[in-house]
Every structure is written in C-alpha cells, then in structure tokens.
C-alpha cells in the first residue's frame, strides 16, 4: 500500500485559510488522493479526493503537485468546527472493489478562536 | 436514508466472552470494512469485503472474524474477548472503484475487562 506523510500537528485561527500539506512520493500512477477528517467522537467524514487536477467542493480545495508526490488540503476560512484530524489516504484506482482504505496518524488541527 | 449503522454504540464485556458487533448499510455498496481505533491513534483496518461471500483480512485481523451474507451487512465477531480489543470500532462503506468515497458508522465503543 503506498504510504502518506503528515505533520502530526497544525494551528491556526479562525477564519484564517489553512493548508493541510500529504507527501506521498510512492503513489502510483491510479491511486486517488482521498482526505477524510474526524471531529471529536466522531467516525471520520469524507472531504474531498483527486487525482490529477485540482479539485474544489463546498468543504474545501484540493491541490495537486504536478508529479503528484504531494497535495494540499485547503480550508479556505477556517471555522472552530474544523477542528479535527486530516487524514490524507490514497486507493487504488484499478481493480474493482479491492480499494482498502489505509489510515495513517493524521494531522491533527487546532483553530484559534 | 440511514447511511451506515453500528450496533451497539456502548459495550462491556468481561475477558473470554464472545459478541458480534453489527453493521449494516443501506445505499447497496459493495465494499465494506471494519476499523478499529486505540486512544490518540488512526484507524486500523481488521477485515474488509468487496462483496457479498468475500471478504479479506487487513492490518489487525487476529482475535476477529467475518462474514458477509448479504450486500448490506457486514458483522464483526470477537470469539473470545481480551482486554487488548478494548477499542473503538468503525465500520465503513463505499462503492469499489477508487474514486468513491467511503461512509463511515458512528462507531462502537468497546471495553473488555
């Protein structure tokens, strides 16, 4: 499974953007780009995922490198209710219905009131 | 629309016996898997299904079996309970190609004494 890294901690303030940095320099050319978030004593929540191009949704922006070794979540105005863990994943974009999805440790987000 | 559903939310067992806990999803996904989660860490995935009569093991799978009869159900039994299993335990969905994005229970918090 290819591996993502992330810094375990981030803060920043409210209503300031936030960017969420993933490496993950052993993606394989059909692996998608996922981003997951859990709140607080919650089951985690999907966000957004990619796989060449940038994406955008209500939730949040995703930025991919041109090699693809690395992408970057963005919350453009961050809330208190974005405080949470990221977790940045990537699946296998080939064989149908094997996708696992493998969790690493997550950033860990702080927004400053 | 329920989504995916865990049952129970809250569960105590003593060392040695045995329970299964459930999942079931009703938007007809093919792929489902079971996590567990110890304080302060990611998820860890135990087993997971592609599909009805198939399933897998993932990074944790010792102390757990599954099933998977039908598309919508997916239990998680503990054959004999031991205070490591202590965990919270999520189950999720998703359609099987790499693109979807997963659906996630709100987890069963489980104490083993």
């Known amino acids: 499974d290819a591996k993502t890294t992330q810094p375990n901690s981030m803060e920043s303030n409210e209503e300031e953007p936030v960017h969420l940095p993933c490496n993950h320099s052993?993606?394989?050319?059909?692996?998608?780009i996922h981003w997951y978030r859990q709140l607080p004593s919650q089951g985690p929540e999907y966000v957004i995922h990619?796989?060449?191009s940038n994406v955008n949704n209500r939730m949040a922006s995703l930025a991919i490198a041109e090699d693809r070794k690395s992408s970057t979540l963005i919350l453009h105005r961050a809330t208190l209710r974005d405080a949470a863990v990221y977790y940045c994943?990537?699946?296998?974009?080939?064989?149908?219905?094997?996708?696992?999805?493998?969790f690493g440790q997550g950033t860990r987000l702080t927004i400053n009131p | 629309n329920a989504g995916v559903t865990q049952t129970p939310k809250f569960q105590v067992l003593k060392t040695g016996q045995s329970m299964t806990l459930q999942c079931a999803q009703d938007m007809n996904h093919e792929y489902m898997s079971w996590y567990r989660q110890d304080p302060g860490m990611g998820l860890r995935l135990i087993h997971y299904s592609v599909g009805a009569g198939i399933t897998d093991q993932g990074e944790v799978p010792n102390g757990y079996n599954v099933s998977r009869s039908t598309t919508e159900d997916f239990p998680l039994r503990l054959l004999s309970a031991a205070p490591s299993q202590t965990s919270v335990y999520f189950c999720a969905s998703s359609y099987g190609q790499g693109s979807a994005e997963a659906f996630f229970g709100q987890g069963t918090r489980l104490t083993v004494v």
């Open positions: 990619g796989l060449t």
């Open positions: 052993t993606i394989s050319g059909t692996d998608y």
């Open positions: 994943i990537l699946r296998d974009g080939v064989i149908q219905g094997a996708q696992k999805l493998v």
